[in-house]
């Protein structure tokens, strides 16, 4: 008998060893790189005539330079690259984001690509892939299309190639640099978002800051002789202010969170004021970049410096997944001024999901609500959850189910019908996250 126990008990005891051990190896040492590389269209490819949604006039020349920046994350058995690339939304995702994966020898449903939403592009608006563009990629176009893939490219493999022993660390504050983009007054998420990742050192590797806001606080209002500039606009002023902290880093990465019915506090385009006409700050948008940068640059560096130092030992989990919802066009009737609601097709809404411990990217591949974005955070089982939205693949604009009853801002109308993409994004994205934890 007390032979037959004793079996019993190393038996448990085994077991519980095994077990330990077990869950020990799902962790592993955090190693990271990150890489910026420059994708500014060069002087020979001006003027660019910029095609897509609306008309805008030609890019004649450069404000300040844009980028493609990765993140390359490494726990010992699971590698993930997280992308974003100064444009409006991800042109040809069916051939981008594939093309990124196989060059740096990962699973698509590894590579997180988003588009930090910058309108001072001459790709704006423009989906090579959206499901209801009608229209054929010019020559011009496919080659600024190559350049930005081959730029994300060569910033994902320099991030991989450049790996050292690094913690990692999230932290939430606010910046008030954003509103509802009808209604003053309307919904809106002030969250900014950050996680850090630093050497063992503690020399700087990348901040990924995620706020949000389109970053299309110039836009294309501001023309020079014979037509606009690139610009990274807000992001990109605010990412080259909080790069030039280190001289070595850190990389930064700006993504645009639950975006879809926001717009910066402060922007060129000056509104009426009584019988005083509406008009545009011209010149003056440059200035009042820079001032508004310097904010969302602060506001990061408040963030950063009540962050806790990080931890070394990490567990990393990707995954993807596709929402279907059914398709629908939202237009105004110009006799009527009521809206008209025309079927179509099936739309993809791609979701990804990036882990780190306890620590959620979320990724929606369109822009979502302000009070849609609340509820991802606030449902997620992951104590610290964030919302990209713009990942490759997007659809466009994706309203709440409340605010599908008239036509409202999208890229193209509206392309769902009420009643699915909400659910469907908070469902998916619950599964996923929940499949993550466990």
């Known amino acids: ?229 690139v610009s990274g606009d807000l992001f990109g002023a605010a990412a080259r202010m909080l790069e030039a902290q280190s001289p070595k880093g850190p990389v930064v990465l700006f993504a645009s969170s639950s975006d879809g019915d926001q717009r910066s506090l402060i922007s060129g385009n000056l509104p009426k004021v009584g019988s ?29 410096g009540a962050m806790p130092q990080g931890t070394t030992e990490v567990k990393i989990s990707a995954s993807a997944k596709t929402v279907m919802c059914p398709g629908e066009h939202h237009d105004f009737d110009p006799k009527t001024g009521k809206p008209v609601f025309t079927d179509r097709g099936s739309v993809p809404i791609p979701l990804n999901l990036i882990t780190i411990n306890d620590i959620a990217l979320a990724g929606v591949g369109g822009n979502v609500y302000a009070e849609m974005g609340k509820k991802i955070k606030a449902s997620s089982p992951l104590s610290q959850t964030t919302l990209i939205g713009g990942t490759s693949g997007s659809v466009g604009y994706i309203l709440p189910d409340a605010d599908f009853s008239a036509a409202s801002h999208s890229l193209g109308g509206d392309p769902m019908k009420g009643g699915c993409a909400e659910n469907g994004i908070l469902q998916g994205l619950g599964e996923m996250m929940h499949a993550a934890k466990r």
């Open 276 to 304: 005083v006409p509406a008009g545009n700050a011209g010149e003056a948008q440059w200035v009042i970049l820079d001032a508004v940068g310097r904010n969302l640059a602060n506001a990061t560096l408040a963030v950063t």
């Open 1 to 229: 008998m007390f032979q037959r126990c004793s079996k019993v008990l190393l038996n448990i005891l085994l077991g519980l060893i095994f077990a330990t051990l077990a869950v020990t190896a799902e962790a592993g040492s955090l190693r990271a790189g990150a890489a910026r590389v420059d994708i500014t269209p060069t002087p020979d490819e001006f003027p660019f005539t910029a095609e897509g949604t609306r008309p805008i006039a030609p890019y004649v020349g450069v404000h300040d330079p844009v980028y493609a920046r990765a993140l390359f994350l490494d726990d010992g058995s699971t590698q993930v690259a997280i992308l974003v690339v100064d444009v409006t939304a991800i042109p040809s995702p069916g051939k981008f984001l594939p093309a990124i994966a196989q060059a740096i020898g990962l699973p698509e449903s590894n590579v997180f690509l988003a588009a930090s939403h910058t309108h001072s592009v001459p790709l704006v608006n423009y989906h090579v892939d959206y499901p209801y563009q009608v229209g054929t990629t010019s020559p011009q176009q496919a080659h600024e299309i190559d350049r930005l893939r081959d730029g994300a490219i060569e910033a994902a493999r320099h991030a991989k190639a450049d790996l050292h022993p690094a913690r990692v660390a999230f932290g939430r504050g606010v910046a008030w640099l954003n509103v509802n983009s009808s209604d003053p007054q309307g919904p809106s998420d002030k969250s900014l978002d950050v996680l850090r990742v630093e050497g063992t050192d503690g020399t700087p590797i990348a901040l990924l800051v995620d706020y949000g806001v389109p970053s299309g606080l110039v836009s294309d209002n501001y023309r020079t002789e014979g037509g606009v500039q």
